[in-house]
């Protein structure tokens, strides 16, 4: 197994990692359906506690998989592009 394949192992272990809860899942699917979000706006489609949602939101921060900005002191997110193109493209390879 060649380094480049190694590193490629690691990383679409980490954006799986970070995909496997459903409530991630949900996130980033509804992100990618709407564009951008607020933190209350995301935190209304999921049936969870607004600080269970904070700590799925940082996990899939972390992973690269959504960006965050900050808008009239309210937390906006979107989907990182490059991050789930990585995803689709190291998906594609199995």
């Given at each position: 197994m060649s380094r480049a394949n190694d590193d490629e192992d690691i990383d679409l272990a980490a954006l799986c990692k970070a995909l496997g809860h459903p409530a991630r899942v949900?996130?980033?699917?509804?992100?990618?359906?709407?564009?951008?979000?607020?933190?209350?706006?995301?935190?209304?489609q999921l049936p969870l506690?607004?600080?269970t949602v904070s700590q799925h939101v940082t996990?899939?921060?972390e992973a690269g998989l959504i960006h965050a900005s900050a808008k009239e002191q309210r937390m906006c997110y979107?989907?990182?592009p490059d991050r789930m193109g990585?995803?689709?493209r190291l998906i594609k390879l199995l």
């Open positions: 949900t996130i980033v699917r509804y992100l990618a359906e709407q564009g951008t979000c607020i933190f209350g706006d995301l935190s209304e506690a607004p600080s996990i899939l921060k979107c989907v990182n990585l995803l689709k």
